[in-house]
């Protein structure tokens, strides 16, 4: 028996084209190598550029979750007030990290599904000043987007607050502008929209987010130190830590590819997708966790159909076996469903045969569906986009 390729269809890693790999795979040559210190130049400003970032762009290797820390640890500092927005699992873990740095933390929490306000934002900062704001753009664990872009024009009458924005799960698929949203500190990382191999964390950081660097003298940390990376962003053959020499290849690539796409297309063609594979979903008996009004352009939560016997971990097992490997759900929705990316570089080929997987599988494990019906929709979905 041929065995069946198999799409990687989680929230991230995401699925990495050729051009992006032949990038990773080129023979590796010293970071002070003239050609090399240009690319990592050239990655740096265009990142800078394309986020309209009007301070500082850092690439380090890293996973995002170091990003989330970097951001924390070059801002704020201990027994400093700093309000968690959180709307889900992923914003959580923000909690943890402010405790471990001495952080006084206080939680806005949505319920599972919904999102933190700005209206509950407004209210928050109303009675206590914070040194920092922190907000998921894509909570990962629910499929939600936050209303990042409202939120920062709450934090525009609060000068004084740090905004930062964990946007693992949405740069690059999700609409981001530093100034316009008035955000000053926005982390992501390689492996979700952009559409890499996992390695690399990229940080912004506004002129009022390095001033507040400034006020903090020397910090604890060391690697993740905003003042130990200026100079190598600056000028890449100065040395700090060993660059991913080819990560920053396949990032060089990936930003390429943004830019003949065109950042405007590509957060618009996140959102047909994301609502044409939701309308396919849902033709089957599927439903999307997350409300419609915070459905998130990257990923998706799917419920299984009510009343169907499905037996989780038996589901994504098969259909995984069918070509297509998703992840299980997080906290409250686990063994409710499945989460799905559908973010990157992917392209119509990638959908149909994710949606075809999902098909064959509800067959396979008992739950009655009529084969073609969510690719019908989802066929009919991208012609008409």
């Known amino acids: 028996m041929i065995k069946t390729s198999k799409l990687v269809m989680i929230p991230g890693p995401t699925p990495v ?32 550029a394309m986020w309209r970032c009007g301070g500082e762009t850092f690439v380090v290797a890293g996973s995002g979750t170091m990003g989330m820390e970097m951001a924390l640890a070059n801002t704020t500092r201990r027994g400093d007030d700093i309000l968690v927005c959180s709307n889900g699992y992923f914003g959580d873990r923000f909690i943890d ?19 933190v306000t700005p209206a509950m934002v407004e209210l928050a900062l109303s009675s206590k000043r914070f040194s920092a704001v922190t907000v998921t753009h894509v909570e990962t664990s629910t499929g939600v987007e936050a209303p990042v872009a409202a939120i920062g024009e709450v ?13 693992v799960a949405a740069s690059g698929g999700a609409e981001q502008y530093m100034d316009t949203m008035g955000i000053d500190v926005l982390l992501t990382c390689s492996q979700k929209a952009f559409g890499v191999a996992p390695g690399l964390t990229m940080v912004w950081a506004s002129e009022k987010a390095m001033d507040r660097r400034k006020t903090l003298g020397a910090i604890p940390e060391s690697y993740i130190d905003f003042d130990k990376w200026l100079p190598v962003m600056h000028d890449p053959s100065k040395y700090w830590g060993t660059p991913a020499i080819n990560l ?31 309308s396919a979903m849902e033709a089957i008996g599927f439903s999307v966790a997350a409300q419609p009004q915070y459905r998130a352009p990257t990923l998706s939560v799917f419920f299984y159909p009510e009343g169907a016997r499905i037996d989780d971990a038996k589901f994504r097992a098969v259909l995984a076996d069918e070509g297509a490997q998703t992840a ?14 559908h973010m990157g570089n992917i392209d119509k ?37």
Not at 33 to 46: I, L, R
Not at 250 to 277: D, P, T
């Open 17 to 48: 084209v050729r051009s992006i790999q032949e990038q990773m795979a080129r023979e590796t040559v010293a970071f002070g190598d003239a050609a090399f210190v240009k690319d990592f130049s050239d990655v740096v400003a265009d990142l800078g």
């Open 97 to 115: 990290m402010c405790e471990r740095k001495g952080l006084n933390v206080e939680l806005l929490s949505a319920e599972w599904g919904s999102s």
């Open 155 to 167: 934090l525009k009458k609060h000068p004084g607050t740090i905004y930062i924005v964990d946007g």
């Open 248 to 278: 920053v290849w396949a990032l060089k690539e990936s930003i390429r590819i943004m830019k003949e796409e065109g950042l405007a297309e590509r957060y618009a063609r996140h959102r047909r997708q994301a609502a044409v594979v939701a």
């Open 328 to 341: 299980g759900c997080l906290g409250a929705f686990a063994g409710k469903g499945f989460r799905m990316g």
């Open 349 to 385: 080929h990638t959908l149909v045969s994710a949606v075809a997987a999902i098909e064959r599988t509800c067959v396979k494990c008992g739950h009655r569906v009529e084969l073609g019906r969510a690719l019908g929709v989802l066929q009919q979905g991208l012609i008409d986009e």
